[in-house]
């Protein structure tokens, strides 16, 4: 399974980000799609989820109402609309795929892929 995310970066604090992740199709197709996080000597934490026709959402209370995740069906692509960034959201995020219980953060993934990292500045 290749997840890659990217579009991370240096933001100050209030400002906002777009992450993206792709996927091959085999894994993209019929599955949900999440975000998770993992700041400096902490523990990775859910972020956002999404199902597979993204009617579903589903979203970390520190997260609520400043993240939005969407996903592109005919591109293989998920993405994290990040707004009014906090420095508390630092950390490398990843994107993951499976069952809903795997991407609401209920199960952990299979596999984690490549991270992009982001940064906010007080």
């Known amino acids: 399974v290749q997840l890659q995310a990217s579009g991370g970066g240096l933001v100050q604090a209030g400002g906002s980000l777009r992450l993206s992740c792709t996927a091959s199709?085999?894994?993209?197709?019929?599955?949900?799609m999440g975000w998770f996080r993992q700041a400096p000597e902490k523990e990775r934490e859910f972020v956002a989820g999404i199902s597979w026709r993204g009617g579903s959402t589903t979203y970390a209370d520190s997260v609520k109402g400043r993240f939005s995740v969407s996903r592109d069906n005919a591109k293989d692509m998920v993405f994290l609309q990040m707004n009014s960034l906090k420095p508390e959201d630092t950390a490398v995020y990843y994107c993951?795929?499976?069952?809903?219980?795997?991407?609401?953060?209920?199960?952990?993934?299979?596999?984690w892929g490549k991270g992009t990292q982001v940064t906010v500045s007080s």
């Open positions: 993951v795929t499976g069952s809903w219980c795997v991407v609401a953060g209920l199960e952990g993934p299979d596999n």
């Open positions: 199709r085999r894994v993209f197709s019929n599955n949900g």
